[in-house]
């Protein structure tokens, strides 16, 4: 079974700074690992997906790495702004045993970011 | 580009009522899939559709049933609720088996279900 951990789950930085959000996952045999924005009552917003054969991607002020043998990402944002204060949620892609892909969801970070 | 459609948006209803659920999936998109979030929980997955056929079970209640139809869109059909289903519904679209393994499920803007 494949379990899906966040730390810290809450995390608070004044504006400017640059911030790391870590993911850990236990089966390695991944397809991908994506990761997640949600507001508070809204939905999920995709900010980046990383195939297991890469080991990075980038969209602006972010960056997602992937380092499947040790079962970890990082999600790192750079210039931090009160606009990015959302819960961050990372979701691994995997197979079970009985052949389904399966999509398992980690219990997410809050980032408060301090003006 | 087109995204997934979730409707209602918002739901309210009482205890022991039934509620009714769409999602519409991306344009050509085979797989639906659907997601509970309960307050201050991740998301948890509930069921998935394959081609009008059910293709993966999570922990969906047995109160609970859902079918995807001829133009791919699903419906999540909840019965005798209960307080404890308030949550945040998701549904999710992929292109399935046709977009390779590992494909990218894309979500939808969620219904927002209250019991009271």
């Known amino acids: 079974k494949q379990e899906v951990t966040q730390i810290p789950a809450a995390l608070s930085v004044p504006e400017g700074e640059n911030l790391v959000l870590n993911c850990s996952f236990t089966?390695?045999?991944?397809?991908?690992l994506q990761w997640f924005r949600q507001d508070p009552g809204k939905g999920l917003t995709s900010l980046l997906l990383i195939q297991s054969s890469q080991r990075e991607q980038t969209s602006g002020r972010l960056n997602a790495s992937l380092d499947k043998s040790s079962g970890r990402s990082t999600l790192y944002i750079a210039a931090s702004q009160p606009g990015d204060s959302a819960t961050y949620l990372c979701?691994?892609?995997?197979?079970?045993?009985?052949?389904?892909?399966?999509?398992?969801f980690g219990t997410g970070t809050r980032l408060t970011i301090i003006p | 580009a087109a995204g997934v459609i979730q409707s209602p948006r918002h739901l309210i209803k009482e205890k022991r009522e039934t509620a009714t659920l769409k999602c519409y999936p991306i344009p050509r998109h085979d797989t639906v899939y659907w997601y509970q979030q309960g307050p201050g929980q991740d998301p948890q997955f509930l069921i998935s559709f394959y081609e009008k056929m059910q293709s993966d079970k999570g922990s969906i209640p047995d109160r609970f049933s859902a079918q995807q139809f001829s133009d791919y869109h699903s419906e999540l059909n909840m019965s005798s609720l209960e307080l404890g289903d308030s949550a945040l519904y998701f549904c999710a679209s992929s292109s399935g088996l046709a977009g390779g393994p590992g494909n990218e499920q894309f979500f939808g803007p969620g219904t927002r279900l209250t019991v009271l």
């Open positions: 979701a691994v892609r995997w197979r079970s045993n009985f052949g389904n892909e399966k999509l398992t």
């Open positions: 089966d390695s045999a991944i397809y991908n």
